[in-house]
């Protein structure tokens, strides 16, 4: 079945640092969606990816889609404590049709030493 | 406005019992899903709902699984003889569905189900 990968499953920073987490299909993907779960919270909706080689900002986040929209990165520059959590990437597959099931990494799970 | 909203918050129930677990999603929104988190894991897809009928319930780990969502709104998840492996957070998330395109997920706070 489809499958998502996500590495590194753990990241441990000092503040200040960059953080990269990498998310890989095991099929080519419709989109890719990241979302950021804080401890003890549910996952919120970040951003969405579409086109093959799409890039995406927000503030210190950037956000990359595969030329053959297989894989995905986030990129943190100059990592907060607020930066803390679960990042999630998850996709729907190419040829789900009406069917809107993501498919799930299982998170990179960022620490940030103040 | 309002969000998914998830109730109970908790539960806890003993070994052999029936629970359910309701979710109220926002309004308008006509897909709504269903998953289980346990600590340390991703969220994993249960149970996915277009309007009132379950468009893909691939996910339910057995037959002690059910949901149903009558009216096209709320939506409740039933499990029958509960066993302790079925601790976990449970987390509902709905969205307006489309046809053209994806649109994000947003998710409710959780019930946190405890077996003993």
């Known amino acids: 079945g489809q499958q998502v990968m996500q590495i590194p499953q753990y990241q441990h920073v000092q503040e200040g640092e960059d953080f990269t987490t990498y998310c890989n299909s095991s099929?080519?993907?419709?989109?890719i969606q990241w979302y950021k779960q804080r401890p003890g919270g549910h996952p919120v909706f970040l951003i969405q990816?579409?086109?093959s080689g799409e890039v995406k900002k927000q503030k210190r986040l950037t956000f990359q889609f595969g030329e053959a929209k297989k894989n995905s990165s986030l990129h943190i520059t100059a990592t907060q404590t607020t930066d803390v959590g679960t990042y999630f990437c998850a996709g729907n597959g190419k040829n789900a049709g009406n069917n809107r099931k993501l498919i799930w990494g299982l998170g990179t799970s960022l620490a940030v030493n103040p | 406005g309002a969000g998914v909203s998830q109730t109970p918050s908790n539960k806890v129930t003993e070994k052999g019992k029936y629970v359910e677990l309701r979710c109220d999603p926002i309004s308008g929104h006509t897909a709504l899903y269903w998953y289980r988190q346990s600590l340390g894991q991703g969220p994993e897809f249960l149970i996915y709902f277009q309007g009132t009928g379950a468009a893909d319930d691939s996910g339910l780990p057995n037959d002690r699984f059910f949901a149903v969502r009558p009216e096209g709104s709320v939506s409740t998840l039933k499990i029958q003889r509960t066993e302790r492996g079925d601790s976990a957070m449970y987390l509902c998330?709905?969205?307006?569905?489309?046809?053209?395109?994806?649109?994000?997920?947003?998710f409710g706070p959780g019930t946190r189900l405890t077996v003993l």
């Open positions: 099929t080519t993907l419709s989109n």
């Open positions: 990816l579409v086109k």
């Open positions: 998330a709905s969205s307006p569905h489309s046809t053209s395109g994806y649109n994000e997920q947003f």
